[in-house]
């Protein structure tokens, strides 16, 4: 009877570890110039390289593509779109899903720092093309003229 007993308690599982599934969840890095959104399960591992759809506010389907090794995920929002909200539908391992849903003013300001930023790097490439034309002149200048001496010789 011990022997019957003793078997049943194995077999029903008696001192195993408790399992838990895999909870997912996702938050916004609000300092980024692109949305940028992270996606973790609740153990704190990374939803490394899951699939990403990213879905407008009107519903259609914005982009596609994975998330990076540390669960990273970035977009830059279309303007245009100043009401509703932008939509990530995430797919991990073991096909875990979550969907993180980004408000559109969030997104616009997004999209306000990248013009601002965009203005900057142009002028920053203006004088860059400038500096490099003055550059070359000068270094063409300098090679015509030890020519010009050497012939002079």
Known sequence: MRKL??????????????????????????????????????DGRAMALSKVRVLSPDGKVYQVGNADREGYFSFLPASGFENGDWTLKVTGEEDHEIEAVVSASAASDINMRRSSMTSILAWILVASVILNFALLGAIAEKFFKRRQSAKNS
């Open 5 to 42: 007993l003793f078997t049943l308690i194995i077999l029903t599982g008696f001192g195993t570890a408790p399992a838990f599934g895999h909870a997912t969840s996702w938050k916004v890095d609000s300092e980024a110039t692109p949305v940028t959104v992270r996606f973790t399960y609740t």
